[in-house]
Nanobody, 124 residues
């Protein structure tokens, strides 16, 4: 199982970025996909999760209404569209394979595979 995150960068507050998580082909059958982030000096936290098979998404309260998770099954890729970015969104963002039963809570400790991180920096 492989996951590869990309799309991070430097953006001004109020701007947008789209992160991509490219996955190996069969992972959607067995896992939900989640985005997590870790800011300097802070614990890694859940941002958003999606289960294609169950049609379920989860958003952390801090990003609800600004971020949108989606998936393209043909490309085996999950996206995180981030709009209205704030300086507090600055973090390394990771995608991970989350066990399906935990998609509603997007539980960080119920992940089996992680991609490398991609840095998002939001300037004020």
């Amino acid at each position: 199982v492989q996951l590869q995150a990309s799309g991070g960068g430097l953006v001004q507050a109020g701007g947008s970025l789209r992160l991509s998580c490219a996955t190996s082909g069969s992972i959607f059958d067995d896992y939900a996909i989640g985005w997590f982030r870790q800011a300097p000096g802070k614990e890694r936290e859940a941002v958003s999760c999606i289960s294609n098979s169950a049609g379920i998404t989860y958003y952390a309260g801090s990003v609800k209404g600004r971020f949108t998770i989606s998936s393209d099954n043909a490309k085996n890729t999950v996206y995180l569209q981030m709009n209205g970015l704030k300086p507090e969104d600055t973090a390394v963002y990771y995608c991970a394979a989350v066990r399906h039963r935990y998609v509603r809570t997007c539980t960080r400790t119920r992940t089996d595979y992680w991609g490398q991180g991609t840095l998002v920096t939001v300037s004020s």
